[in-house]
C-alpha cells in the first residue's frame, strides 16, 4: 500500500471508531431513558424503599438528583399547559394572540427536550455505576418482587450487551488500525 492509500485507511478507521463511539454514548443514553421510567413507576407502584435493595447508594443518589430535576421541570410544563389551556380557551380571538400561544408551544417543547436530556444523563451516569456488577454483588442486588426486578434486570442486560457489542467492534477497528500503521 502506498502512503496516499495508508492515510486514507487511517482516517476512514478514525471515522469509524467516532461513529462507534457515538453509537455506544447514544445507546447509553437510550438506557437512561428506559431505565430511569422503569424505576419510577417501579418506585410509585411500591410501597417500600426500592432502591435501597435494587441498586447501590451511589446509583440511589443519582436517580433521586435526577428525579428531582425531572420533577422540576414537568412542574414547569404542567403549569405552561395549563397556561395555555387558558390563552387558548378564553382568549383564542384576541388580536396577536397567536404569538403568545406559539412562544408557549416552544417553551413546552423546549421543557421536553430537557427532560429527555437529563434522563439520558442519568443513564450515562447510571450505566458506569452498573457496568461491573454481577446478578448478585455489586451495586445491584435482587432483593424486589420477581416481576420488578426481571424488568430492570432485563433492561441493564441488554444495555451491557448492547455496549460490550459495541466497544468489541470498537477495538477491532483500532487493532485494524494499528497493523495499517505498523
Not at 495508508?6 to 445507546?27: C, F, M, P, Y
Not at 442519568?122 to 451495586?139: H, K, M, Q
Amino acid at each position: 500500500m502506498g502512503l496516499f492509500e495508508n492515510v486514507v485507511h487511517r482516517v476512514q478507521l478514525t471515522g469509524e471508531a467516532l461513529l462507534v463511539s457515538r453509537e455506544i454514548k447514544a445507546r447509553k443514553q437510550l438506557f437512561g431513558v428506559e431505565c430511569f421510567d422503569l424505576l419510577r413507576t417501579t418506585r410509585q407502584k411500591s410501597r417500600m424503599n426500592f432502591f435501597m435493595h435494587i441498586i447501590d447508594v451511589s446509583g440511589a443518589e443519582n436517580f433521586l438528583q435526577c428525579e428531582e430535576d425531572i420533577h422540576q421541570l414537568e412542574e414547569q410544563k404542567i403549569a405552561k399547559e395549563v397556561k395555555l389551556n387558558e390563552l387558548e380557551e378564553g382568549q383564542g380571538s384576541r388580536p396577536g394572540n397567536w404569538i403568545v400561544v406559539e412562544r408557549m408551544h416552544r417553551e413546552l417543547s423546549s421543557l421536553e427536550r430537557k427532560i429527555r436530556t437529563r434522563k439520558e444523563r442519568f443513564g450515562l451516569e447510571f450505566f458506569d455505576s452498573i457496568r461491573t456488577a454481577s446478578y448478585n454483588d455489586g451495586p445491584i442486588r435482587m432483593k424486589v418482587s420477581k416481576a420488578k426486578g426481571f424488568a430492570l434486570m432485563n433492561c441493564i442486560q441488554r444495555v451491557r450487551i448492547d455496549v460490550w457489542a459495541l466497544e468489541n467492534r470498537q477495538q477491532l477497528r483500532d487493532e485494524d488500525a494499528c497493523l495499517g500503521e505498523c
